[in-house]
């Protein structure tokens, strides 16, 4: 009997977990701006934001910040230490990757994958616990293919 009770109250705390899990990721759903601009192209001569991309599981744990730049008309993204000029399809895939960070949703996952974005003074943060989006692995995917 004790033993049927403990399984019946891990049982409870996960659905518990789930439900805040959902909850999170729904609140980052519901900040979506249909005017929203996209960081890259607010991006004046000389400035640079970032794209920080933590990730937290069961079994792992990791950190990475991606710096664009814009220098004249060009623009750069670094990543650790390389350094990459982008392209039109760089261009569009951080535009792509923002828009789908505002859509994404979370929960029923033990990862919390958490983005900030920064610009200067402007910040956005989003949480995506969906285990599903894996957003920010295939923006790096697409920028530098040869990490």
Same mark, same amino acid.
């Given at each position: 009997?004790?033993?049927?009770?403990?399984?019946?109250?891990?049982?409870?705390?996960?659905?518990?977990?789930?439900?805040?899990?959902?909850? &999170?990721?729904?609140?980052?759903?519901?900040?979506?701006?249909?005017?929203?601009?996209?960081?890259?192209?607010?991006?004046?001569?000389? @400035?640079?934001?970032?794209?920080?991309?933590?990730? &937290?599981?069961?079994?792992?744990?990791? %950190?990475?910040?991606?710096?664009?730049?814009? &220098?004249?008309?060009?623009?750069?993204?670094?990543?650790g230490?390389?350094?990459?000029?982008l392209n039109?399809?760089?261009i @569009?895939?951080? %535009? %792509?990757?923002e828009?789908?960070?505002?859509?994404?949703?979370?929960?029923?996952?033990?990862?919390?994958?958490?983005?900030?974005?920064?610009?200067?003074n402007?910040?956005?943060?989003h949480?995506?616990?969906?285990?599903?989006? &894996?957003?920010? %692995?295939?923006?790096?995917?697409?920028?530098?293919?040869?990490?």
């Amino acid at each position: 009997m004790k033993q049927k009770i403990g399984i019946l109250i891990t049982l409870l705390f996960l659905i518990w977990h789930s439900g805040l899990a959902q909850t &999170n990721g729904s609140t980052t759903a519901q900040k979506k701006d249909p005017t929203h601009i996209p960081m890259v192209d607010q991006l004046q001569h000389g @400035k640079q934001f970032t794209i920080a991309i933590s990730s &937290n599981g069961s079994f792992h744990q990791s %950190r990475e910040v991606m710096t664009i730049s814009m &220098n004249k008309s060009e623009y750069f993204a670094i990543l650790g230490d390389t350094k990459k000029k982008l392209n039109q399809e760089h261009i @569009k895939a951080l %535009r %792509r990757f923002e828009k789908e960070l505002q859509s994404a949703k979370g929960g029923g996952c033990t990862t919390l994958d958490q983005y900030t974005l920064t610009y200067g003074n402007l910040v956005a943060k989003h949480t995506d616990g969906s285990c599903a989006w &894996n957003g920010g %692995r295939k923006l790096k995917d697409h920028l530098f293919p040869e990490l």
